[in-house]
């Protein structure tokens, strides 16, 4: 078996790993968060509570509910620069994996030097700012924190307003974060596959540009989740700078049509294959393990 025919379970592993990793991050940071909402919230129940309630107009004294939504924006802020870190990072290491693995696999299969180099961190940012039906993935992110900062300034309010306990509070404020946390994790999940193809066929592109004409052929996954205006794709094969045609837009990979109907949350991947060599010159890349080549090739 080729090297190019086993690099995609090795991407999907590597990138499953990653995606892991980072929702294991997000949900310890919203955790954090939490607890520090909580806390904040405490302090004004403990000073300003009567049996056991805090209302909205002994809040509303003293500039008291303006000073505490003021705090709380601050804590989501500090919640959003480290979630964007995470997310960041993790989109940088897929595009990493997904790039080098590819383009190991193309010069180990045709014995070829085609010039090769260790990834810019500007191509990264680049690549991971590169707008998704529109938006970038800051944007997106800032639309979130927006949202989750409303929605706990009203979770708040309506309390105060209801009379309702710090317990009754702090229980609708976890369930607010865990959904919140949930869409983080869908980010990470939907960007680190955009991002792996978007490298997949960088790479395959740059072996085209140096002599390895390459083919891409569009992949279903296969299950009753694929969404039916990709059906028509599975199983075409192109030439590297062609697009695939959906029913709403068109691009050269899956996550880059174009549309959100085609694009958010598509699960579709590419494989690739060799269609022609005009030069090989590298007989002994022949065997090469992956680890070997990174150090050989990226110095």
């Not at 409303?150 to 509070?169: A, D, S």
């Not at 540009?209 to 969404?227: A, L, Q, T, Y």
Request: aromatic content about 8%.
């Amino acid at each position: 078996m080729s090297n190019l025919n086993k690099t995609q379970e090795q991407i999907n592993r590597s990138i499953g790993q990653l995606v892991k990793r980072a929702e294991r991050a997000i949900a310890k940071r919203y955790a954090n968060t939490l607890n520090e909402v909580r806390a904040e919230l405490a302090k004004y129940f403990e000073k300003y509570e009567q049996d056991g309630v805090l209302t909205y107009e002994e809040m509303a004294r003293y500039d008291r509910l303006n000073r505490f939504i003021a705090n709380l924006d601050d804590l989501l802020k500090k919640n959003h620069r480290d979630l964007k870190t995470i997310i960041y990072d993790v989109l940088g290491e897929s595009y990493k994996d997904g790039f080098y693995l590819t383009a190991w696999a193309v010069e180990t299969d045709t014995l070829s030097r085609l010039s090769y180099a260790a990834i810019k961190p500007e191509t990264i940012q680049r690549m991971i700012d590169n707008p998704l039906s529109g938006l970038t993935l800051s944007h997106r992110l800032e639309k979130h924190r927006s949202e989750i900062v409303w929605k706990v300034q009203q979770e708040v309010t309506q309390g105060l307003v209801k009379g309702e306990t710090y317990g009754m509070m702090s229980k609708r404020l976890k369930e607010t974060f865990e959904g919140d946390a949930a869409k983080s994790m869908r980010v990470v999940r939907t960007e680190a596959h955009r991002v792996s193809e978007e490298a997949k066929h960088d790479s395959a592109a740059h072996a085209t540009r140096n002599g390895i004409i390459m083919k891409k052929e569009w992949n279903s996954v296969g299950d009753e989740r694929v969404r039916s205006s990709h059906d028509h794709l599975n199983g075409i094969k192109i030439e590297m700078d062609k697009n695939f045609i959906g029913k709403h837009g068109s691009g050269p990979a899956p996550g880059q049509l174009g549309h959100p109907a085609e694009d958010i949350n598509c699960r579709c991947f590419l494989t690739y294959s060799v269609d022609r060599i005009e030069k090989p010159d590298a007989k002994e890349l022949e065997d090469i393990a992956f680890e070997e080549w990174k150090k050989e090739r990226l110095r």
